[in-house]
C-alpha cells in the first residue's frame, strides 16, 4: 500500500478542502479524557499534567527507547510464530530488517511525542487530546515508512503487508504493557497513527477526496462519517462480542483486550477501504487489497469467514444507521460489493 505524502502536489495546502480533510484525519487520533477524569477526580487531573509536561514526556521516551529494539524484534518473532503454517512468509533476514525499520520508525514517533506538550489548562478545558500536526508527523516518519515500502512491500504481496501490520500492532502492544495508564492514555494514539500507516489507508482516502469538490455528495457523506470511525468500530467490535461470547480466536476470547484492539483496528480498516473506493469510483482496492489480505490473516488467527461476514454485516446496519438518508443510495452499491467479496471467500 503506497505511503504517499498526505498533500498532493496538485492541491494547494491552505485550501479549504484540505484544512478540512487533515482536522477530520486528526480527529480519528483523539484520547478521551473525560472518564479518566470523572474516577479519578483532580488526582487524575494532577497525574495527567505531570506526566504530559515535558519532563514527564521526556521520562516515558527515554524508558521506552531503552526496550524499543528488544520487543521490536520480539514482535517479529511472534509474528512469525502467528503466521508459521505458511512457508517463507517473510524471510529470516527479512524479518531481521523489518525490526531495525520498525525500530527506527517508533524512535522517530517517540521523539515528535516528546516535543508536543499541552498546557495545563488544556486537560480542564478539553474532554480530549488529539495528535496535532499530523502532517509534520507523517513528513518525519517518511524517509523511514519509504525505506520500509521499498524493501518489503515492492512487489504489493498481501502476504508481506499483513506480517507487517502484525508485527506493528504486537510492537505497539509490548510497548504499551510497558507503561502506566496515564502514559498509555498520551502515548497509544502516536503509537496508533504509527501502526495505521502499514495496513490503513486514511492517507489515500484524503488524496482521493482532492478530487471532488466541496458540494460533491460523496465527500460530504466521508466527512460526516470519518470523525466517527472509531466509535463506529468500537460499537461493532461490542456487539460482535456479544453475539459471540464464547468464540476463541488464535489469541484468545474476542473479549479480550488484545483480541478487541484488533478487531477495532479491522474495523476502522474496513471503513477506510468503504470511503476509498466511494471516492474513486470503484471497488478495486477493496477486492485487490483487502480481500486478500484477509484471506491471509484470518486463518493464521482462527477467525472464520462467518464470523467475518457477520462482522461485515453488523458494520453496514451501523454505518447506514448513522447516515443522512440523502447519503444511503451512495452507500449501498460499495457496501453490498464488499459483502459479495467476502461471500465469495466463504464458498472458496
Given amino acids: 500500500m503506497p505511503v504517499e505524502s498526505v498533500l498532493p502536489d496538485a492541491v494547494h495546502p491552505d485550501s479549504a478542502l484540505v484544512k478540512s480533510l487533515i482536522s477530520l484525519w486528526t480527529s480519528c487520533y483523539t484520547t478521551d479524557l473525560s472518564m479518566l477524569s470523572s474516577e479519578t477526580g483532580k488526582e487524575a487531573v494532577v497525574q495527567l499534567v505531570k506526566t504530559s509536561s515535558s519532563a514527564g514526556r521526556s521520562q516515558t521516551v527515554k524508558q521506552l527507547k531503552r526496550i524499543l529494539q528488544n520487543n521490536c524484534e520480539r514482535a517479529g518473532i511472534q509474528s512469525n510464530t502467528l503466521f508459521s503454517y505458511i512457508p517463507n512468509v517473510v524471510h529470516l533476514s527479512d524479518a531481521q530488517r523489518i525490526a531495525v525499520t520498525a525500530t527506527h520508525l517508533y524512535e522517530k514517533t517517540l521523539e515528535f511525542y516528546e516535543q508536543q506538550s499541552p498546557s495545563p489548562a488544556s486537560f480542564v478545558l478539553m474532554p480530549s487530546l488529539s495528535i496535532q500536526a499530523i502532517p509534520q508527523l507523517l513528513e518525519e516518519l517518511e524517509p523511514v515508512l519509504q525505506e520500509l515500502r521499498h524493501q518489503h512491500l515492492a512487489a504489493k504481496d498481501s502476504r508481506a503487508i499483513a ?186
Avoid at 175 to 185: A, C, G, H, I, Y
Avoid at 297 to 320: C, D, F, H, T
Fill in 163 to 348: 506480517f507487517l501490520s502484525t508485527q506493528f500492532h504486537f510492537s505497539s502492544q509490548f510497548l504499551l504493557n510497558r507503561l502506566t495508564p496515564v502514559e498509555q492514555l498520551l502515548v497509544s494514539p502516536y503509537f496508533r497513527f504509527l501502526e495505521e500507516q502499514v495496513c490503513i489507508p486514511w492517507k489515500r482516502v484524503c488524496e482521493a477526496a482532492t478530487g471532488h469538490t466541496l458540494q460533491s455528495p460523496k465527500l460530504s457523506l466521508i466527512q460526516q462519517m470519518l470523525p466517527r470511525s472509531r466509535d463506529i468500530a468500537l460499537s461493532v467490535s461490542r456487539r460482535v462480542v456479544q453475539l459471540n461470547p464464547h468464540y476463541q480466536s488464535q489469541r484468545g476470547l474476542l473479549s479480550n483486550p488484545g483480541v478487541m484492539a484488533s478487531s477495532i483496528r479491522d474495523v476502522q480498516m474496513f471503513q477506510s477501504y468503504l470511503w476509498l473506493s466511494i471516492l474513486e469510483g470503484s471497488t478495486a482496492s477493496i477486492e485487490k487489497e483487502l480481500v486478500p489480505l484477509c484471506v491471509m490473516v484470518y486463518p493464521s488467527v482462527n477467525v472464520s469467514w462467518k464470523l467475518a461476514r457477520q462482522g461485515i454485516q453488523i458494520l453496514m446496519e451501523e454505518l447506514q444507521v448513522r447516515m443522512q438518508p440523502e447519503h444511503v443510495e451512495i452507500f449501498l452499491p460499495y457496501a453490498q460489493s464488499m459483502q459479495h467479496f467476502f461471500a465469495e471467500c466463504d464458498q472458496a
